[in-house]
T-cell receptor, first 113, second 114 residues
Framework: QKEVEQDPGPLSVPEGAIVSLNCTYSNSAFQYFMWYRQYSRKGPELLMY????GNKEDGRFTAQVDKSSKYISLFIRDSQPSDSATYLC?????????????FGGGTRLMVKP | SAVISQKPSRDICQRGTSLTIQCQVD?????MFWYRQQPGQSLTLIATANQGSEATYESGFVIDKFPISRPNLTFSTLTVSNMSPEDSSIYLC???????????FGDGTRLSIL
């Protein structure tokens, strides 16, 4: 069993839809939770990160962490075709968000006009 | 966030040769990491590049195959040695610049082995 599981998709939604992306994990030592967006032929771009449990909102994006369930989510409101990319969840443990990361497999999202 | 430049951006190499990938950051950073992303897959950490000491390798990766240098706080290299088609991947450099700041990535080096 992988430490971090993520549905690979592809997930296809119409423009304007609310998108929900999720990851589950098994290692209770993870403290920092990140979401990266990766466009084709580019490196991962940090979207959001949270420490421990709770919610964090940034514009159209909301990240949720439920440590009791070992489950994290990224919500995208009013999705746009420009949101079409692969979304990677990543996690680290210890006392530093910059510690080594364990990635999920990535979910490919397609937002259709 | 730090600006990360990787060179080359892509290359096609012959089996049995070696290639050195460079990662340059526009500011001093504490931690630098090297990842591999195989076609259609997620990222796997190869090693942590430590300034002034040997890199720390993850399980399944060895120094003889992936030697790493970190001569200062803004630069690192990864060499892929004695390449085979199985080494065809994207190799990514990332940096951690400060406590509680997540890693940021370069755009990667796309490597194809014939």
């Amino acid at each position: 069993q992988k430490e971090v599981e993520q549905d690979p998709g592809p997930l296809s939604v119409p423009e304007g839809a609310i998108v929900s992306l999720n990851c589950t994990y098994s290692n209770s030592a993870f403290q920092y939770f990140m979401w990266y967006r990766q466009y084709s032929r580019k490196g991962p771009e940090l979207l959001m990160y949270t420490y421990s449990s709770g919610n964090k909102e940034d514009g159209r994006f909301t990240a949720q962490v439920d440590k009791s369930s070992k489950y994290i989510s990224l919500f995208i409101r009013d999705s746009q075709p420009s949101d079409s990319a692969t979304y990677l969840c990543a996690m680290s443990h210890g006392n530093n968000a910059g510690n080594m990361l364990t990635f999920g497999g990535g979910t490919r999202l397609m937002v259709k006009p | 966030s730090a600006v990360i430049s990787q060179k080359p951006s892509r290359d096609i190499c012959q089996r049995g040769t070696s290639l050195t990938i460079q990662c340059q950051v526009d500011s001093q950073v504490t931690m630098m990491f090297w990842y591999r992303q195989q076609p259609g897959q997620s990222l796997t950490l190869i090693a942590t590049a430590n300034q002034g000491s040997e890199a720390t390798y993850e399980s399944g990766f060895v120094i003889d195959k992936f030697p790493i240098s970190r001569p200062n706080l803004t630069f690192s290299t990864l060499t892929v040695s004695n390449m085979s088609p199985e080494d065809s991947s994207i190799y990514l450099c990332s940096v951690g610049s400060a406590k509680d700041q997540p890693q940021h990535f370069g755009d990667g080096t796309r490597l194809s082995i014939l």
